[in-house]
Antibody, heavy 120, light 107 residues
Framework: QVQLEQSGAEVKKPGASVKVSCKVSGNTVSDSSMHWVRQAPGKGLEYMGG????????VYTQKFQGRLTMTEDTSTDTAFMELSSLRSEDTAVYYC?????????????WGQGTLVTVSS | DIQMTQSPPSLSASVGDRVTITCRAS??????LNWYQQKPGKAPNLLIYVATNLQGGVPSRFSGSGSGTVFTLTISSLQPEDFATYFC?????????FGQGTKVEIK
């Protein structure tokens, strides 16, 4: 059973960066198709980016191009999402999730979410 | 990017009711449409993948249908634990995109 454990809540000032971690257990991070989704307070789900099996690389939603970096540490089976130049609109719960390659890339395992608050 | 439009944005229903939620894609996504349930303060939970396939552990009262651009999620007999928000998501073309959600409330 795959489990994803995310790092704790963060409070950041506008212009700063935040790095959220997602530790994988029950599988290795390198064998996981990792994706990141965020949800602003009271709003819907917003896909940020993740591994595209057709491209064989991480693909970012254009909205976040230049500000978003997704990385992995295979020694600790941990994935990271770093968002820079934070603004108030980035206040949200950030989720990591893995896609099932036999499930049409549906997100079948989710972390518990990490609240990132951007405030001066 | 492919736009996903859900309807209705919210609905009120009673226990035992049959509920249908529709998701429309701005272009064909073949069958690459997934449905999630989300309860307040919790991560989303996968219900249906590739339009019609029930995820393991999900009750059989949930079903999905559709292809191309129009898809539906049906709950055959609404149960108290089904009051939640439901999201569709396309995984046909990156960047994947979600519908805006449908909140199912108690009547």
């Amino acid at each position: 059973q795959v489990q994803l454990e995310q790092s704790g809540a963060e409070v950041k000032k506008p212009g700063a960066s935040v790095k959220v971690s997602c530790k994988v257990s029950g599988n290795t991070v390198s064998d996981s198709s990792m994706h990141w989704v965020r949800q602003a307070p009271g709003k819907g789900l917003e896909y940020m980016g993740g591994f595209d099996p057709d491209e064989g690389e991480i693909v970012y939603t254009q909205k976040f191009q230049g500000r978003l970096t997704m990385t992995e540490d295979t020694s600790t089976d941990t994935a990271f999402m770093e968002l820079s130049s934070l603004r108030s609109e980035d206040t949200a719960v950030y989720y990591c999730a893995t896609a099932g390659l036999t499930l049409g890339e549906a997100l079948d395992n989710w972390g518990q979410g990490t609240l990132v608050t951007v405030s001066s | 990017d492919i736009q996903m439009t859900q309807s209705p944005p919210s609905l009120s229903a009673s226990v035992g009711d049959r509920v249908t939620i529709t998701c429309r894609a701005s272009q064909s996504i073949r069958g690459y449409l997934n449905w999630y349930q989300q309860k307040p303060g919790k991560a989303p939970n996968l219900l249906i993948y590739v339009a019609t396939n029930l995820q393991g552990g999900v009750p059989s009262r949930f079903s999905g249908s559709g292809s191309g651009t129009v898809f539906t999620l049906t709950i055959s007999s609404l149960q108290p634990e089904d009051f939640a928000t439901y999201f569709c998501q396309q995984t046909s073309t990156t960047p994947w995109t979600f519908g805006q959600g449908t909140k199912v409330e108690i009547k």
